[in-house]
Nanobody
């Protein structure tokens, strides 16, 4: 079992930065692939970024590539999402998720555990 709690969301102007964090419980956190997803108003949930267990590989959605960076600290049971050059279209509820798989995945169905989400709002 893994429990996930996100933090760090808020209101930011376009072009600004935010850092999201996800704290995980569970002794085997390091064995999980972790991901960030988001759901914008009126849209389907979409993959944002993922990181494999032990952090060996990362994967990003094309829409955030070069602007967002995912990282993990297995000693602290946390993953972060550094978001720079934020755009209006980045406004969404951001979710942290954990998958009991080795390879990084962009498929939400691969993720078994989900946090409650943290809201990111980008204003003009």
């Amino acid at each position: 079992q893994v429990q996930l709690v996100e933090s760090g969301g808020g209101l930011v102007q376009a072009g600004g930065s935010l850092r999201l964090s996800c704290a995980a419980s569970g002794r085997t956190f390091s064995m999980y692939t972790m991901g960030w997803f988001r759901r914008a108003p009126g849209k389907e949930r979409e993959f944002v970024a993922g990181i494999s267990w032990q952090g060996g590989r990362t994967l990003y959605a094309d829409s955030v590539k070069g602007r967002f960076t995912i990282s993990r600290d297995d000693a602290k049971n946390t993953i972060d999402l550094e978001m720079n050059s934020l755009k209006l279209e980045d406004t969404a509820l951001y979710y942290c998720a954990a998958a009991n798989i080795i390879a990084v995945s962009s498929t939400s169905g691969d993720y078994s555990y989900w946090g409650q989400g943290t809201q990111v709002t980008v204003s003009s």
